[in-house]
């Protein structure tokens, strides 16, 4: 199973920008979707986006207009630009894998706090 890092997270400001990064040991170009997801405390996981392996995506409507994903399949990597940044996107954010047959995979996570 491939394994996955992400990084980028951090403290930023009310309106600021974040780019989150997400490197898998192996090759992506077989993943069918490459997703962001994220968790606050005390809430349940939740989809931010996915891009196909078709460069379909799909963003919730939360994010919507302020994040983008994107997917470097030579890089093994997948990204999420997210900008005009609000404190209720403070969250862990963690990057996932769906294969095409077998379990998807999981990051760690990257703390993302969005506070003045």
């Known amino acids: 199973q491939v394994q996955l890092v992400e990084s980028g997270g951090g403290l930023v400001q009310p309106g600021g920008s974040l780019r989150l990064s997400c490197v898998a040991s192996?090759?992506?170009?077989?993943?069918?979707?490459m997703s962001w997801y994220r968790q606050a405390p005390g809430e349940q996981r939740e989809l931010v986006a996915h891009?196909?392996?078709?460069?379909?995506?799909y963003y919730a409507d939360s994010v919507k207009g302020r994040f983008t994903i994107s997917r470097d399949n030579a890089k093994n990597s997948v990204y999420l630009q997210m900008n005009s940044l609000k404190p209720e996107d403070t969250a862990v954010y963690y990057c996932?894998?769906?294969?095409?047959?077998?379990?998807?995979?999981w990051g760690q996570g990257t703390q993302v706090i969005v506070s003045s």
């Open positions: 891009i196909l392996n078709s460069g379909s995506t």
């Open positions: 996932s894998a769906v294969p095409l047959l077998g379990s998807s995979a």
């Open positions: 192996g090759s992506i170009v077989d993943m069918i979707a």
